[in-house]
């Protein structure tokens, strides 16, 4: 499964908008993604990704889908930066 990052905007910041989109993404991964696919997060178009946001929306997405996560179109160097840190 695809998630289109840029749906939660193009500049993700704050902790609190993090566990939102998570809480959301969550409900909709649950729902649409059987248990052997990988959970593909796509970050075309996206220009920020901040710390507390990463860590609460990837660092949600780790503790339930593991070694299944997987990143795509990594332009911005902000958000590649924050990528190596919760995605080591």
Excluded: C, H
């Excluded at 909709?28 to 248990?35: A, G, K, Q, S, V």
């Excluded at 609460?56 to 339930?64: A, H």
């Amino acid at each position: 499964m695809i998630v289109a990052m840029i749906e939660f905007g193009d500049i993700l910041i704050s902790r609190p908008s993090g566990r939102e989109a998570f809480l959301a993404a969550r409900s909709y991964l649950f729902r649409d993604t059987p248990d052997q696919d990988s959970i593909i997060l796509d970050f075309k178009d996206v220009k920020e990704l901040a710390p507390s946001w990463g860590d609460e929306f990837i660092t949600g997405l780790k503790s339930l889908y593991r070694n299944r996560i997987e990143v795509a179109n990594i332009d911005s160097p902000a958000v590649k930066a924050e990528l190596e840190v919760v995605l080591p």
